[in-house]
């Protein structure tokens, strides 16, 4: 059975930063892309980033570009979001997800972790 499960969400103040790590297991994740997703309060759910199955590109919401960056070990099944300046504006639920590619409605998804940003 396929499960994602994130960590390292908490309250951080605005300027800070943040990494947070998916655990994956119960299926062939280097198969997969994993995708990281936030929902924001009042807002509707988008999509922060995505990286490829070989880990060799990777995509951004424009929001967020040149401040996150996602990664992952395929010797440890992980994957990580490394968040830095962050803003108010990223509060949310943050969650990874995995499908064959870079999708809008990913098959699998984790619970999700939260992230409130602010003083």
């Known amino acids: 059975q396929a499960q994602l499960v994130e960590s390292g969400g908490g309250l951080v103040p605005p300027g800070g930063s943040l990494r947070l790590s998916c655990a994956a297991s119960?299926?062939?994740?280097?198969?997969?892309?994993i995708a990281w997703f936030r929902q924001a309060p009042g807002k509707e759910r988008e999509e922060v980033s995505c990286?490829?199955?070989?880990?060799?590109?990777?995509r951004y919401a424009d929001s967020v570009k040149g401040r996150f960056t996602s990664s992952r070990d395929s010797a440890t099944k992980m994957a990580y979001l490394q968040m830095n300046s962050l803003h108010p504006a990223d509060t949310g639920i943050y969650s990874c997800?995995?499908?064959?590619?870079?999708?809008?409605?990913?098959?699998?998804w984790g619970p999700g972790t939260q992230v409130p940003v602010s003083s």
């Open positions: 990286i490829t199955h070989r880990g060799d590109a990777q």
């Open positions: 119960g299926f062939p994740v280097d198969n997969y892309a």
């Open positions: 997800t995995a499908d064959h590619t870079c999708s809008e409605h990913p098959r699998s």
